[in-house]
């Protein structure tokens, strides 16, 4: 989900809830902590340098149970925010603490907000010498073939 499909979403919702992974919600008194542009530039191992920049958002609960950020409150967050940074419409990562800080992507599920995996790859696959995935083919027992 990028920024632009973040605050149209949030324009139509009446309550924010964040859906992890596993279906469990993230509690419903969580505050948005950070809002910013993250910026990283690599080379990858083929050699080829690489710039990737996303809109991160950090998710944090505390011990203050009656809080409850609402959608227009969120909307004003990442509007001021857009603004302070010169935000362009990118892809939106959340950051939340799980047993060490996780990083997921964005994605809606009905009305909830929901937590994607996100997965490393090797960008550069030619480089590294990793061979492709070979496709399994049913019964690819051949008759005469002797595997059989």
Request: proline content about 3%.
């Amino acid at each position: 989900m990028t920024l632009h499909q973040l605050k149209e979403q949030l324009q139509q919702q009446t309550t924010l809830a964040f859906e992890l992974p596993n279906g469990s919600l993230v509690p419903n008194h969580f505050h948005v902590t950070e809002v910013g542009k993250v910026t990283k530039h690599f080379i990858d191992c083929g050699g080829v340098i690489r710039k990737e920049e996303v809109v991160n958002l950090q998710l944090w609960e505390a011990d203050d149970y009656d809080h409850r950020l609402h959608p227009e409150k969120m909307l004003q967050i990442l509007t001021l925010s857009e603004k302070a940074f010169n935000l362009q419409d990118l892809e939106i990562e959340v950051e939340y603490q799980g047993i060490t800080i996780q990083k997921f992507g964005l994605d809606l599920k009905g009305n909830n907000f929901l937590l994607t995996q996100k997965e490393t790859a090797c960008l550069a696959q030619e480089a590294c010498g990793v061979p492709e995935a070979k496709a399994e083919v049913a019964n690819s027992c051949a008759p005469g073939s002797g595997c059989c």
